[in-house]
T-cell receptor, first 116, second 114 residues
Framework: ETGVTQSPTHLIKTRGQQVTLRCSSQ?????VSWYQQALGQGPQFIFQ???????GRGNFPPRFSGLQFPNYSSELNVNALELDDSALYLC???????????????FGEGSRLTVL | AQSVTQLDSQVPVFEEAPVELRCNYS??????LFWYVQYPNQGLQLLLK??????LVKGINGFEAEFNKSQTSFHLRKPSVHISDTAEYFC????????????FGAGTRLFVKA
């Protein structure tokens, strides 16, 4: 069983640039959630994708966008980067069946973004 | 909307002592409750979960938690900690119907001293 993998593991960008982070979900999972974890804080929910559609969004501006592909992998895109976007970005996959969620999230090790 | 409050940001404890990490939640609907652990420079790993049934839930590494609906709490306990339990612990909540969003608390840093 392949776990959740994220790429890149580390990256450095400058203010105003754009970044794309990628996530391969665990085999058999159909739901992907993205979280932002600033240093010393808990993960903050950005959004979730289920069956290639956004299925819930946290309190993040529209410059945070995403995609889910037919193979359930996902991308997180952030435009017009700001210094405060520096954080660990976590992807988590899970399984939803018949409109019900099984509960557990399986996390990747994250992509650490530094914005200078 | 759901929210989670972890009452202690840091908990220092000596090795082999018992520990309790406190978590309170707020929700207007029925919820699932979770505890996750995060080791340095890693993602989060599930320790245990409450979905329904028995209010005492046992997880990995000797941890357990008790769901208390009247007090809206889900405290995590371990009777005897090891140095290797040093990590960040997160309590989390999600609705059990109509949406899958999981909300995390701010975390509790458990530091086990020799």
């Amino acid at each position: 069983e392949t776990g959740v993998t994220q790429s890149p593991t580390h990256l450095i960008k400058t203010r105003g640039q754009q970044v794309t982070l990628r996530c391969s979900s665990q085999s058999g999972h159909n739901t992907v959630s993205w979280y932002q974890q600033a240093l010393g804080q808990g993960p903050q929910f950005i959004f979730q994708y289920y069956r290639e559609e956004e299925n819930g969004r946290g309190n993040f501006p529209p410059r945070f966008s995403g995609l889910q592909f037919p193979n359930y992998s996902s991308e997180l895109n952030v435009n017009a980067l700001e210094l405060d976007d520096s954080a660990l970005y976590l992807c988590a996959s899970s399984l939803a069946v018949g409109g019900s969620h099984t509960g557990e999230l399986f996390f990747g090790e994250g992509s650490r973004l530094t914005v200078l | 909307a759901q929210s989670v409050t972890q009452l202690d940001s840091q908990v220092p404890v000596f090795e082999e002592a018992p520990v309790e990490l406190r978590c309170n939640y707020s929700s207007s609907v029925s919820v699932y409750l979770f505890w996750y652990v995060q080791y340095p420079n890693q993602g989060l790993q599930l320790l245990l979960k409450y979905l329904s049934g028995s209010t005492l839930v046992k997880g990995i590494n000797g941890f357990e938690a008790e769901f208390n609906k009247s007090q809206t709490s889900f405290h995590l306990r371990k009777p005897s900690v090891h140095i290797s339990d040093t990590a960040e612990y997160f309590c989390a909540v999600s609705r059990n119907t109509g949406g899958f969003k999981t909300i995390f608390g701010a975390g509790t840093r458990l530091f086990v001293k020799a």
